[in-house]
RNA sequence: GCCGCGGUGCUGGAAUCGGCAGACAGGACGGACUUAAAAUCCGUUGGGCCUAGCCCGUGUGGGUUCAAUUCCCACCCGCGGCACCA
């Protein structure tokens, strides 16, 4: 009988779907085990078989956990709302509604076709009214408790999507989406406090286990630094400037200070400026300039003196020049700093080019160092710094601003890249804002029970580019009473961007259908946090942050239980295409997992995925990899028939048979997938080449530990091999020491570091006897006659260095 | 520039509480079967040489050690992220 994977894997789908083998139970004796998978987007074009790395790798974890006695969540659902399906709308007409059916349709095909075992009555679509009826209410809630604000900011503006997006969504200066440069747009938009969590979301990083880098990412991105607010006054006018620095202890060495050109000073100060004209002439140019631009002049800076003014500097009381340059950024800090030159490389270089004075305040602990080539950034000690010299920076930091924090100057302080998400996208398939305008109450939010805000049918899907959605052509729709007042108002036009359903949507697997509450807190309990999350590293920054945000949230409101929502996070690395090239639609290198499934089947599609490498590193597909995967399966299929009429194993598989069990657990443990699919290729090649002494004992201990990996060959088998009820049912396994033969071991033998023999003895050989041995042997007498032995290295059980 | 990760045969990779470098797989080459091909099976496959055997070899240079792919120092290269954040 051949292996026939297309009628095995035929069968056992069905199987597992009419008997809903993989069901979750809510509330079981056992202990629960989340495993959860990033959701996709069902995009048009289907999943390749990089997406498919991620989900056999966490489909492996889940039928692992199952047969080792867990309740397991392994669920799937649809990240549905995003600007494909609405762009394809804009082109024919039609809803995004349907493509995105199709398309769901197409995608759980594939995941059925490749054994998941996931839990589809619990399937989630973020596009659905009931789920983002949810979506709403938490905005309402965060809108409640003053997380959620509507200002006109100058945010990104992607000129071709015609839509605002947020700082996570502009990549180099380019739209993340389309990768069109992205200009500066003023739009009254609804803006989530992210920052009031920053610190929470930078300490409980320390709490997670994740990949580092991710960490790293976050807390480069939320980029918390501490330092001091100083005042300077502006000579004559009772105006002052407030800097920010990290370097109160370079206060000495502060010879002029800059302002960004969006300042409101520049403005005010107006009058008093004598080169006006220049002035403004710089600040129009500057805030012309994209992003791209600004970015690519981060070498050569330039700058404009503000004639007329004069800053006083707090500690010494001296004159310095004020400058706007547009190396400042309005939009950190206070929008001014004090610069440095001596111990500031920006400075340094824009006060070589104007010609302004350096004053070295900081010196290294032993020796000098030399300030007219480059500036001296690190701490040191200090010099020309009145009462303060000879502190260490540290301290001085410290002492300079405390002293001028008693005389009313300066303030500690600490400030964060991070901003405030802009949450209002300016396009249709999003989820509707609850919320109406009403002329006289001013802002009015839905009230919960008119939840949900449905998205209601529009003719056109184009985007305006007003800084409204096409939603606002809808007269009966955004025309409404006001609830409060009953007067004429108008409902919110823009929707949430397409992060708002991904934000909560571990939460709503647990309790899909839950109408009154968004998720029931019994469900809450029993399953949170997810234990395992895998998915790719592109959303370090962006769907990562913004969940353990949302979740911080929904914390402190008393809906969920734990801090932070993904416990255990694993990264895919990408699957390349065999030139080494990213897999992409346009460059016609897409492989699909149709395709593997249907010339080789799914379970040597699922082993090959395993197989290709490390995890979570990127590896190119490789065709004939699979083929020499599939060979394995046939062989294993063979062993197995061939012998299944054998009752018992001889003593040498047993033991090797126990090794295997063993060299498996220990790597599934580390999350290594590709080194037990190789155990599996050496023990198969072992049976394979001493062909007698494999029975139906071991054979059903292979089975069982390859299941995971391919679940339809091992069910087959299994029931081939004449035993009752399923794999999936049976429990996973340990070593049993005593079977394994260790009576015999081989010794490394080396003479001076360099191995020159290996010999048998027994396992438990001391080092007295095996030193006797080896200065017997031929091969070893040679090395070391007529020479002194000086020493003898013995590793039990390994080896015997001799030093002569 | 800063941060993180990495560098091992022809290729993907294996081996790091320091102890046989190259497991496993692919490819290539040779052979068996076949009219032939595919499939399957057997063998060889890091480099070198004076080829029973020895020497060299894990990015480079140094160090610690009986012993280094593994630990330490300096550097080179690649990938990813951040990038005027004061």
């Given at each position: 009988m051949n292996y026939n994977f297309t009628e095995i894997e035929k069968k056992w789908q069905d199987y597992w779907e009419k008997n809903k083998t993989n069901k979750t139970n809510d509330f079981s004796e056992k202990k629960k085990y989340y495993v959860l998978d990033m959701f996709p987007?069902?995009?048009?074009v289907g999943l390749h078989v990089g997406h498919f790395k991620g989900y056999v790798a966490t489909d492996v974890v889940a039928r692992i956990k199952r047969m080792q006695g867990f309740e397991v969540l392994h669920p799937m659902g649809w990240d549905a709302f995003g600007l494909p399906a609405e762009n394809f709308a804009i082109k024919t007409g039609i809803h995004p509604e349907i493509t995105t059916e199709k398309n769901i349709e197409n995608i759980k095909h594939q995941m059925k076709i490749a054994g998941l075992s996931y839990d589809w009555d619990r399937e989630i679509n973020t596009t659905d009214k009931d789920y983002y009826k949810w979506t709403q209410w938490i905005f309402l809630k965060l809108y409640e408790n003053n997380l959620a604000y509507k200002k006109i900011l100058p945010i990104n503006w992607c000129p071709s999507c015609k839509t605002g997006l947020a700082n996570e969504e502009v990549v180099n200066g380019k739209?993340?989406?389309?990768g069109t440069e992205t200009t500066k747009k003023d739009i009254k938009q609804w803006i989530l406090k992210i920052t009031e969590y920053a610190d929470r979301l930078l300490e409980d990083l320390d709490t997670l286990d994740w990949p580092e880098r991710i960490k790293e990412m976050q807390r480069n991105w939320i980029g918390r630094s501490e330092g001091w607010e100083i005042d300077f006054g502006i000579e004559d006018t009772g105006r002052v400037v407030t800097v920010f620095t990290?370097?109160?202890?370079?206060l000495f060495g502060c010879t002029y200070v800059v302002l960004a050109p969006e300042s409101e000073v520049v403005l005010e100060l107006k009058n008093k400026i004598s080169n006006w004209d220049e002035v403004s002439d710089y600040i129009e140019k500057a805030k012309n300039k994209s992003d791209l631009e600004r970015i690519s002049e981060v070498k050569g800076k330039s700058g404009v003196e503000l004639k007329g003014l004069k800053a006083i500097n707090?500690?010494?009381g001296k004159d310095v020049r004020v400058f706007v340059a547009?190396?400042?950024?309005?939009?950190?800090?206070?929008?001014a700093v004090m610069a440095v030159p001596a111990h500031d490389e920006r400075d340094f270089e824009f006060a070589i080019k104007y010609d302004l004075p350096v004053i070295e305040v900081v010196r290294p602990k032993n020796g000098d160092s030399d300030i007219?080539?480059?500036?001296?950034i690190q701490d040191g000690y200090l010099i020309?710094?009145?009462?303060?010299?000879?502190?260490d920076s540290e301290s001085a930091r410290k002492a300079i601003g405390e002293s001028l924090k008693e005389e009313g100057f300066a303030r500690p302080k600490i400030n964060y890249k991070l901003h405030d998400w802009?949450?209002?996208?300016?396009?249709?398939?999003g989820e509707p804002i609850p919320i109406i305008h009403c002329n006289s109450c001013g802002i009015v939010p839905l009230e919960e029970?008119?939840?949900?805000?449905t998205l209601p049918h529009v003719d056109k899907y184009e985007p305006?580019?007003?800084?409204?959605?096409?939603?606002?052509?809808?007269e009966n729709w955004v025309n409404v009473k006001c609830p409060?007042?009953?007067g004429d108002a108008k409902r919110e036009t823009n929707t949430m961007p397409q992060w708002a359903g991904s934000c909560w949507y571990y939460l709503r697997y647990?309790?899909?259908?839950?109408?009154?509450?968004?998720?029931d807190s019994e469900k809450e309990k029993r399953w949170m946090p997810v234990d395992l999350y895998v998915g790719g590293?592109?959303?370090?920054?962006?769907h990562l942050l913004y969940s353990r945000f949302w979740h911080k949230f929904l914390f402190d409101i008393g809906?969920?239980?734990?801090?932070?929502?993904?416990?255990k996070l694993r990264n895919i690395g990408l699957v390349l295409a065999h030139d080494g090239q990213k897999m992409s639609k346009s460059k016609g290198n897409v492989i699909s997992p149709d395709s593997v499934i249907d010339s080789f089947g799914a379970d040597t599609l699922r082993v090959y995925e395993m197989f290709?490498?490390?995890?979570d590193q990127a590896i190119g597909w490789n065709e004939q990899g699979v083929k020499g995967v599939n060979r394995f399966l046939t062989r294993v299929w063979d062993i197995v028939m061939e012998n299944k009429n054998i009752t018992n194993s001889s003593s040498e598989v047993v033991s090797e048979t126990q090794k295997l069990i063993k060299k498996v657990n220990d790597d599934l443990e580390k999350m290594k997938f590709n080194t037990p699919v190789a155990f599996f290729m050496e023990y198969v090649n072992f049976i394979y080449d001493n062909k007698?002494?494999?029975g139906k004992d071991s054979a059903k201990i292979f089975i069982k530990l390859l299941f995971p990996f391919a679940p339809h060959i091992c069910e087959e088998m299994w029931q081939l091999i004449?035993?009752?009820?399923l794999v999936s049912e049976q429990e996973w396994l340990t070593p049993d020491?005593?079977?394994?033969?260790?009576d015999k071991i081989i010794l490394i033998v080396q003479v001076n570091g360099k191995v020159r023999d290996r010999m048998e003895f027994d396992?438990?050989?001391?080092q007295v006897k095996a030193e006797e041995a080896v200065r017997n042997s031929e091969v070893i007498a040679k090395w070391i006659k007529g020479k002194k032995i000086k020493k003898v290295i013995f590793a039990q059980g390994k080896l015997i260095n001799i030093v002569a």
């Amino acid at each position: 009988m051949n292996y026939n994977f297309t009628e095995i894997e035929k069968k056992w789908q069905d199987y597992w779907e009419k008997n809903k083998t993989n069901k979750t139970n809510d509330f079981s004796e056992k202990k629960k085990y989340y495993v959860l998978d990033m959701f996709p987007y069902p995009s048009g074009v289907g999943l390749h078989v990089g997406h498919f790395k991620g989900y056999v790798a966490t489909d492996v974890v889940a039928r692992i956990k199952r047969m080792q006695g867990f309740e397991v969540l392994h669920p799937m659902g649809w990240d549905a709302f995003g600007l494909p399906a609405e762009n394809f709308a804009i082109k024919t007409g039609i809803h995004p509604e349907i493509t995105t059916e199709k398309n769901i349709e197409n995608i759980k095909h594939q995941m059925k076709i490749a054994g998941l075992s996931y839990d589809w009555d619990r399937e989630i679509n973020t596009t659905d009214k009931d789920y983002y009826k949810w979506t709403q209410w938490i905005f309402l809630k965060l809108y409640e408790n003053n997380l959620a604000y509507k200002k006109i900011l100058p945010i990104n503006w992607c000129p071709s999507c015609k839509t605002g997006l947020a700082n996570e969504e502009v990549v180099n200066g380019k739209c993340e989406r389309c990768g069109t440069e992205t200009t500066k747009k003023d739009i009254k938009q609804w803006i989530l406090k992210i920052t009031e969590y920053a610190d929470r979301l930078l300490e409980d990083l320390d709490t997670l286990d994740w990949p580092e880098r991710i960490k790293e990412m976050q807390r480069n991105w939320i980029g918390r630094s501490e330092g001091w607010e100083i005042d300077f006054g502006i000579e004559d006018t009772g105006r002052v400037v407030t800097v920010f620095t990290t370097r109160a202890d370079t206060l000495f060495g502060c010879t002029y200070v800059v302002l960004a050109p969006e300042s409101e000073v520049v403005l005010e100060l107006k009058n008093k400026i004598s080169n006006w004209d220049e002035v403004s002439d710089y600040i129009e140019k500057a805030k012309n300039k994209s992003d791209l631009e600004r970015i690519s002049e981060v070498k050569g800076k330039s700058g404009v003196e503000l004639k007329g003014l004069k800053a006083i500097n707090p500690i010494n009381g001296k004159d310095v020049r004020v400058f706007v340059a547009d190396y400042v950024l309005a939009s950190y800090g206070t929008g001014a700093v004090m610069a440095v030159p001596a111990h500031d490389e920006r400075d340094f270089e824009f006060a070589i080019k104007y010609d302004l004075p350096v004053i070295e305040v900081v010196r290294p602990k032993n020796g000098d160092s030399d300030i007219s080539e480059s500036a001296f950034i690190q701490d040191g000690y200090l010099i020309n710094s009145d009462t303060f010299t000879d502190m260490d920076s540290e301290s001085a930091r410290k002492a300079i601003g405390e002293s001028l924090k008693e005389e009313g100057f300066a303030r500690p302080k600490i400030n964060y890249k991070l901003h405030d998400w802009p949450f209002s996208r300016q396009r249709y398939w999003g989820e509707p804002i609850p919320i109406i305008h009403c002329n006289s109450c001013g802002i009015v939010p839905l009230e919960e029970k008119n939840l949900p805000l449905t998205l209601p049918h529009v003719d056109k899907y184009e985007p305006t580019g007003t800084g409204e959605s096409p939603l606002a052509a809808i007269e009966n729709w955004v025309n409404v009473k006001c609830p409060k007042c009953g007067g004429d108002a108008k409902r919110e036009t823009n929707t949430m961007p397409q992060w708002a359903g991904s934000c909560w949507y571990y939460l709503r697997y647990l309790d899909i259908k839950n109408d009154r509450v968004f998720v029931d807190s019994e469900k809450e309990k029993r399953w949170m946090p997810v234990d395992l999350y895998v998915g790719g590293a592109e959303h370090a920054v962006l769907h990562l942050l913004y969940s353990r945000f949302w979740h911080k949230f929904l914390f402190d409101i008393g809906v969920v239980s734990t801090k932070e929502p993904f416990q255990k996070l694993r990264n895919i690395g990408l699957v390349l295409a065999h030139d080494g090239q990213k897999m992409s639609k346009s460059k016609g290198n897409v492989i699909s997992p149709d395709s593997v499934i249907d010339s080789f089947g799914a379970d040597t599609l699922r082993v090959y995925e395993m197989f290709m490498g490390p995890f979570d590193q990127a590896i190119g597909w490789n065709e004939q990899g699979v083929k020499g995967v599939n060979r394995f399966l046939t062989r294993v299929w063979d062993i197995v028939m061939e012998n299944k009429n054998i009752t018992n194993s001889s003593s040498e598989v047993v033991s090797e048979t126990q090794k295997l069990i063993k060299k498996v657990n220990d790597d599934l443990e580390k999350m290594k997938f590709n080194t037990p699919v190789a155990f599996f290729m050496e023990y198969v090649n072992f049976i394979y080449d001493n062909k007698a002494g494999f029975g139906k004992d071991s054979a059903k201990i292979f089975i069982k530990l390859l299941f995971p990996f391919a679940p339809h060959i091992c069910e087959e088998m299994w029931q081939l091999i004449g035993e009752q009820g399923l794999v999936s049912e049976q429990e996973w396994l340990t070593p049993d020491a005593s079977l394994i033969k260790a009576d015999k071991i081989i010794l490394i033998v080396q003479v001076n570091g360099k191995v020159r023999d290996r010999m048998e003895f027994d396992s438990d050989i001391d080092q007295v006897k095996a030193e006797e041995a080896v200065r017997n042997s031929e091969v070893i007498a040679k090395w070391i006659k007529g020479k002194k032995i000086k020493k003898v290295i013995f590793a039990q059980g390994k080896l015997i260095n001799i030093v002569a």
